[in-house]
């Protein structure tokens, strides 16, 4: 849930990502979504994975940005993650 909640902070506080996975941790756990603006979720997931940064986008109609963090993530994975997002 900490990792979780670092995500979920981080993307919030950029300016161009749309936080989809709602902040409060009762009503989310480990997988945190988000849009960022002027990519589809999977150009940016592709462009992320370029740089290493593991994301999928979501199989629905409408397509979110998706990280799972979990156990065999750590604090600097986050970090990782989110320098790269904000690289986009």
Aim: proline residues 5%; aromatic residues 4%; positive net charge.
């Amino acid at each position: 849930h900490a990792l979780a909640a670092a995500m979920k902070d981080g993307l919030a506080a950029m300016p161009k990502v749309r936080l989809r996975t709602p902040r409060a941790a009762e009503v989310s756990a480990g997988i945190v979504c988000c849009e960022v603006e002027g990519y589809t979720a999977r150009d940016a997931m592709a462009r992320l994975r370029a740089s290493k940064v593991l994301a999928s986008a979501t199989p629905y109609a409408t397509a979110y940005l998706r990280f799972g963090p979990c156990i065999l993530t750590s604090e600097s994975d986050v970090e990782t993650a989110l320098a790269a997002v904000r690289a986009l």
